[in-house]
């Protein structure tokens, strides 16, 4: 994987200086495979016969691709390509209509022709044979209309972690995977610290702006609350999750399961709060505890140094839990008891702590 991303970051470093003119991009592009370098490798296929770029975001997508963008071609015309396809023939998907539409790349350096074969391994292949591009490289070149169809409009940010979009007619839920920001809506707790500045700062980066919304197979589709779990990533490649917390707006969060990007998004948080973004600038909290009553041990609290701390009124419940601790989150919302201490808590219910605070 390491050998991957540095040979990624060598082509990058010979291919930008060609692309320096505004408008030059798509047509010097055109039939490459590009792969987003600035975020996770997302790959996308330029068209070379309308320079639009195609988002191949999993092996289904890709194959659909393949069967809309090829280029239908037949036995006899295909043999006589040999090993190497004209010039006309260059970046294009070529399908042998008499072979039940075997699909074969063909690679623009060399013109040399690649079989596809089943989904799974020719989104492999493309991904392979990708060229690597910056954000700012990519956004210059239009997505095709294929593309859009994995586009979603944001129709409001709920919070800064929770977003509404509009997909197939209807608004979905959507919990950002790996973070956590501050409650603003939440009826069971006042609104926290720094909620209202990360809140606004998803809106102004995504309300009316379209998204990409990917999974994580290593987490469920859905969360309890039927809200979908997704990476969102803006339309100009923006990776929104990871954003947040590198900025001081959100805490990474990990929700029982290690997720896919958890690793880099605790290092992200730890840079965040050693340069004192956001939620961890010096000033930031001294304005906030203006508002909060001057109450140093609220502040506190919010900015994370210290906890909260769960527990349910039930009358058998054991165990108490730190907020670090997610099994709290299962705790049914009429028992639930909130505290700002674990002193406090223990005042009103003899409990058991469940894990020690991370």
């Not at 590009?34 to 999993?58: C, I, M, S």
């Not at 948080?269 to 909060?292: D, F, I, N, T, Y």
């Amino acid at each position: 994987m390491k050998r991957a991303v540095v040979l990624i970051g060598i082509a990058v470093a010979l291919f930008l200086p060609s692309f320096a003119r505004a408008g030059e991009i798509p047509l010097q592009l055109k039939g490459r495979i590009v792969l987003q370098v600035q975020q996770h490798g997302e790959a996308w296929y330029v068209n070379p016969t309308d320079g639009k770029r195609y988002f191949l975001g999993r092996p289904s997508s890709a194959s659909v691709i393949m069967r809309e963008l090829g280029l239908g071609i037949s036995n006899k015309d295909f043999d006589s390509l040999k090993l190497s396809a004209p010039r006309r023939l260059s970046g294009r998907i070529v399908l042998k209509t008499q072979d039940v539409g075997k699909a074969y790349y063909v690679y623009p350096p060399d013109r040399t022709l690649h079989y596809l074969g089943r989904p799974r391994d020719a989104f492999r292949l493309m991904r392979a044979l990708g060229l690597g591009i910056t954000d700012s490289d990519l956004a210059k070149i239009p997505i095709g209309e294929n593309g859009k169809e994995f586009l979603y409009l944001v129709t409001r940010a709920v919070d800064g972690d929770t977003l509404d979009v509009s997909m197939n007619g209807a608004t979905e839920r959507v919990r950002a995977i790996g973070i956590d920001t501050p409650e603003v809506v939440d009826l069971r707790k006042s609104v926290q610290y720094f909620g209202k500045e990360s809140s606004e700062t998803a809106s102004k980066l995504l309300l009316n702006r379209t998204v990409r919304l990917v999974p994580d197979p290593t987490q469920n589709d859905r969360d309890t609350y039927g809200r979908l779990l997704r990476y969102v990533y803006r339309d100009d490649g923006l990776f929104f999750n990871k954003w947040m917390i590198e900025n001081g707006y959100a805490h990474e969060y990990t929700y029982i399961i290690p997720y896919q990007f958890q690793a880099e998004f605790v290092e992200a948080a730890k840079v965040a709060r050693k340069q004192e973004r956001g939620l961890w600038a010096p000033s930031s909290l001294s304005e906030e505890a203006s508002e909060m009553d001057n109450s140093k041990e609220q502040v506190q609290q919010f900015r994370g140094d210290g906890h909260m701390w769960y527990t349910s009124s039930y009358k058998t419940a054991k165990f108490y839990y730190c907020d670090t601790d997610p099994t709290w989150q299962g705790l049914k919302k009429e028992n639930l008891k909130t505290f700002s201490s674990a002193d406090e808590l223990l005042s009103a219910y003899n409990r058991t702590l469940h894990k020690p605070c991370l």
